[in-house]
């Protein structure tokens, strides 16, 4: 699923930043050993943790055709943060400051992602799982405890960043069917 997430993020980036030509898309981890031909924005995803705040021990029931009742727990919500970083070949750092601004500007957009980029999973459960729009937020703190440690750790020169989080949502737990109601006769 984090695979498919990845896949939309960079759908609706190359849809958004079409003035950047041969833009590379990565999920490298940003260390001294990424070197890009041209520009590139770089997401590294960093943490993935339950959303909390959006948990809820909810059950659902559903009626089935020929009246069978099917039990199904709530998804678990999942924020999932990005490191967001520019490159440009040779270091160049305008042209990084012009695409991060322009990155910034695209994900801004988009409190929530639009379902026509959602690839994979995200699209194909999108009525059973992804009940809702993916909220994101950008320009928030990030879940880093320190920038200046990330950096380096990665042994790199540090960089202009955006944290950019995605809250997708997550079925932990399989249906149950829990029968046919009184009063219903089942086929057989």
Same mark, same amino acid.
């Given at each position: ?26 999920? %490298?981890?940003?260390? #001294? ?8 924005? #770089? ?13 809820? #021990? ?8 020929? =009246? ?8 678990? /919500? ?7 970083? +520019? ?5 160049? @750092? ?11 500007? +695209?994900?801004?957009?988009y409190?929530?992602?639009? @379902?026509?980029?959602?690839? =994979? ?7 059973a ?8 937020a950008?320009?928030?703190p990030? /879940? ?11 042994? =790199? ?13 997550? +079925? ?5 069917? %829990? ?10």
């Amino acid at each position: 699923m984090i695979h498919d997430l990845d896949k939309t993020v960079e759908v609706l980036l190359k849809q958004e930043l079409i003035d950047f030509k041969d833009l590379e898309i990565s999920f %490298a981890t940003p260390d #001294n050993e990424f070197a890009p031909n041209g520009f590139a924005v #770089n997401l590294f995803l960093y943490d993935v943790r339950e959303n909390r705040e959006l948990r809820s #021990n909810e059950l659902y029931v559903e009626r089935q055709l020929g =009246g069978a009742i099917t039990k199904r727990h709530s998804p678990v /919500r999942v924020d999932c943060s990005y490191l967001i970083t +520019a490159h440009a070949k040779g270091q160049n @750092p305008q042209g990084e400051h012009r695409l991060l601004g322009a990155v910034m500007k +695209a994900l801004l957009r988009y409190p929530t992602l639009p @379902p026509e980029v959602l690839q =994979g999973e995200l699209r194909e459960k999108k009525t059973a799982e992804q009940d809702f729009p993916l909220p994101t937020a950008i320009l928030q703190p990030g /879940r880093l405890q320190s920038v200046g440690e990330f950096w380096q750790a990665m042994q =790199g020169k540090p960089r202009a960043a955006l944290n950019y989080t995605i809250t997708i949502s997550v +079925a932990a737990h399989e249906p149950v069917t %829990a029968g046919t109601p009184v009063g219903v006769r089942s086929r057989t």
